[in-house]
């Protein structure tokens, strides 16, 4: 059975996809909980309908972004982690961390899903994640992991 996703579903796809899933799964869970809706054409119509509002939305936010950025230039983020003497932590730093530590050190509030690591991070040092709010805006986010 063909969907329209309204939101993110793990391990089915992202909004506004239109996927293919068992019809159970469809009736039973995904339409009920408002998670998608049948792909037909007055739905599809819809669709393209709000996938346009939400392209002009972003335009107009790309300014915000672009003094997020301005905002971040610059700033080093220090997010503390229990470590070895081999300057080995224990356990790794998350986009979850990077996510507090922007609240809390800068007063800015990011989605953890928005925020991609380049890789684990399981040593005390300087590191660099990017911020995917808007597809032309580039944002870099440096932090440092230092001992507690």
Do not use: C, W
């Not at 799964?25 to 998608?36: E, S, T, V």
């Not at 070895?84 to 509030?109: D, H, R, W």
């Amino acid at each position: 059975m063909e969907i329209i996703l309204l939101k993110d579903v793990e391990k089915v796809g992202e909004k506004h996809e239109v996927v293919d899933v068992k019809p159970g799964y469809a009736r039973n869970y995904l339409i009920p909980q408002r998670l998608a809706i049948v792909a037909n054409e007055s739905n599809s119509a819809k669709l393209n309908e709000i996938k346009r509002k939400e392209e002009e939305e972003l335009l107009a936010r790309r300014a915000e972004f672009e003094e997020l950025k301005e905002k971040l230039e610059g700033k080093v983020l220090k997010i503390g982690a229990k470590s070895g003497t081999s300057e080995k932590i224990f356990g790794s730093v998350t986009n979850i961390q990077i996510a507090n530590a922007l609240e809390e050190q800068l007063g800015i509030e990011v989605d953890r899903k928005k925020i991609e690591m380049p890789e684990e991070i399981k040593t005390l040092g300087t590191y660099t994640a990017e911020l995917n709010l808007h597809p032309d805006v580039d944002i870099k986010v440096y932090f440092e992991v230092v001992a507690e």
